[in-house]
């Protein structure tokens, strides 16, 4: 039976994960647990979770004594909580990795019985890094190129829904409106009470020379040094300790009042973050469809400079409906920017308008205002706080979902996004090693335009020096030529099926002519997966199809004199560098640290490039 988080409480439901790394109807390679802790409260969801690796297959059950109607248990598949999973009593529900995105990250788990909601999480963490190495290498991927971490294909808010009907950023826009609809009685009740707050009557002493009846606290004074420093004569004193009631801004009605504009406060600067993001997401998305009809402008350019057959005229048509299907896009897409960025001035606004408070005195009365606990009577008799207090309370019914987690997208595949990262580690050796990245590059200058939202397969990165050009190849798959062929120039093919390295690095003279070349494949698994010495794993083969299988044409020499394997630093393999194949094939741990802030084999990984580049 569930329990509630942080008390002996039984809950009236029972909910069990089942998990394995292979086939879940295989009993004996199985774990169920149970999910034991549950809170009340969203924000502390992460407390009360469950902790999975990604990859593994697992089926969740849910259990409990009440009805379909009375009950029901609900995952969130994104953030945002568009996309849900919702179990009924009795039910149990398998969700391998094959048919749902369980990148590392944290998913709420709803469980609502009536009318009562309890929750707690699903925490998928990393297979082959921890949680930390997994943040800083996507922030060190996202530094190079903003945006591209997250899987904006998952997200089912597409850019022509209207905003208020995003299902992303729903209760954000809903407490936008709320606060605009409200907005010319909420800031004139502030700026009324700044006004003419709430003062109390507070008791204070001051020193003067006028005769009075004295308190004990004046009469203690009289006997003090203080006192001593200024009367010649405490028989005949010529000044006293005095009694003084006088009015103060400091109070808990006060408090409160600065406790909920602290909270709009915080809440408006998240939600102008996200818009933001939005913003940003949804423009680079807008530039890349401008620039695919670019491309297709050009394309039907091509086909109208050919012959006329009905081929052409087919190919014409689609052409011709792409581009207008993209044009519609565009030009929706362009309304939802424009309210974004509507509403990101609206929160400004906002913003703005509060900020009058933080320079008033009546703050600086009241800047312990966090540690306030309940509203006083006083609060509910004067009609100004009451209404704040009130709003305020109807704003935290209006809460964002998304406090549970700050970001709107899923992050795209660990393998993927590991993939990444070696790329930019190439990016930032060449660059070391005196190389200059072409400013003609496509990807180059998409970052530069901060519209990248995917490194595309088969993008060719041009690096030049006085001596050399280097091409970087990413997922580039090669032509199968099982003979060699005439007539043709230069060309790097196969002679194997399904050649399809990671990266594959050729170097060059001036004039083109082919120096030598290498591949980088990259493995997002720990080195035993890779490597055996009792056998030959499937991995070392591909590798060796690479340095056997990869041509240069018209000569048939090997165009792949070395390759080079990746994998994130593994915590039960020591060595950095591992030569397989009279050192053609190394193995090479490369990713940020497991113990500290750096890099781990980055030295390694730059020495290795740095002899095949020279």
């Known amino acids: ?222 006997g003090s040094n203080k006192s001593n420093s200024v009367n010649n004569s405490i028989e005949r004193p010529q000044l006293l300790y005095q009694k003084k009631m006088k009015y103060d801004l400091t109070n808990d009605e006060n408090k409160w009042l600065i406790k909920i504009i602290d909270y709009l406060r915080m809440k408006l600067r998240v939600i102008e973050n996200k818009l933001n993001q939005e913003y940003l997401i949804q423009t680079n998305k807008l530039k890349t469809k401008e620039y695919e009809i670019k491309k297709l402008e050009l394309q039907l350019e091509k086909i109208k400079d050919s012959q006329s057959s009905y081929l052409f005229k087919t190919e014409k048509r689609n052409c011709l409906n792409k581009i207008n299907g993209k044009k519609r896009d565009v030009q929706k897409d362009k309304k939802y920017v424009k309210l974004l960025e509507n509403y990101s001035l609206k929160a400004k606004k906002i913003m703005n308008q509060m900020a009058v408070l933080y320079n008033d005195q009546l703050y600086f009365s009241n800047n312990n205002f966090r540690k306030i606990k309940k509203p006083t009577k006083k609060l509910f008799k004067d009609s100004r706080y009451k209404y704040l207090y009130d709003f305020y309370q109807q704003l935290l019914k209006n809460k964002s979902d998304s406090d549970f987690k700050e970001k709107n997208y899923e992050y795209k595949k660990t393998e993927k996004l590991y993939e990444y990262y070696i790329l930019i580690n190439i990016i930032k050796v060449l660059t070391e090693l005196g190389y200059k990245w072409s400013e003609e590059d496509v990807l180059k200058k998409r970052i530069k335009e901060n519209s990248v939202l995917n490194i595309s397969p088969a993008s060719v990165l041009k690096f030049k020096s006085a001596e050399k050009i280097i091409e970087v190849h990413y997922d580039e798959e090669l032509d ?87 994998y994130p630093e593994d915590f039960y393999y020591y060595k950095k560098v591992t030569e397989i194949w009279n050192n053609q094939i190394n193995f090479l741990q490369l990713s940020p640290a497991i113990n500290s802030q750096g890099q781990f084999g980055y030295l390694e990984f730059k020495d290795q490039i740095e002899k095949l580049v020279e």
């Open 480 to 566: 199968n030529h099982s003979y060699k062929t005439k007539g043709e120039e230069f060309k790097i093919f196969s002679a194997s099926n399904n050649l399809r390295p990671d990266f594959r690095i050729d170097i060059y003279d001036q004039q083109k002519n082919h120096l030598k070349g290498f591949v980088v494949e990259v493995k997002y698994r720990s080195f035993d997966k890779l490597y055996s010495e009792v056998s030959t794993t499937n991995v070392v083969n591909k590798l060796a199809a690479y340095k056997d299988k990869i041509k240069t044409y018209p000569d048939y020499d090997y165009a792949v004199d070395k390759v080079l394997v990746t």
């Open 1 to 222: 039976m569930a329990m509630l988080l942080d008390a002996d409480q039984p809950l009236p439901f029972e909910l069990s994960i089942t998990s394995s790394w292979g086939n879940l109807d295989q009993k004996e390679s199985c774990k169920t647990s149970l999910v034991q802790y549950f809170s009340t409260d969203k924000s502390e969801s992460m407390k009360a979770g469950v902790r999975l690796k990604e990859y593994m297959n697992f089926k969740l059950k849910f259990s409990t004594a009440l009805s379909q109607k009375e009950a029901k248990l609900i995952i969130d598949k994104s953030k945002a909580g568009s996309e849900q999973i919702i179990i009924y009593p009795g039910q149990e529900k398998t969700l391998a990795y094959n048919n749902f995105k369980w990148v590392p990250d944290e998913y709420l788990i709803t469980v609502q019985i009536k009318d009562k909601k309890y929750y707690s999480a699903l925490i998928v963490d990393p297979k082959n890094m921890n949680e930390k190495q997994l943040q800083r290498m996507r922030r060190e991927i996202n530094e190079l190129v903003n945006g591209v971490i997250y899987n904006l294909s998952s997200a089912k808010n597409n850019s022509h829904i209207l905003l208020k009907e995003s299902q992303l950023l729903k209760t954000e826009i809903s407490l936008l409106d709320l606060l605009e609809d409200n907005f010319s009685v909420f800031t004139n009740t502030l700026n009324d009470i700044l006004k003419n707050p709430i003062k109390s009557l507070v008791k204070d002493y001051e020193i003067r020379n006028d005769r009075f009846k004295m308190d004990k606290k004046a009469v203690r004074w009289l």
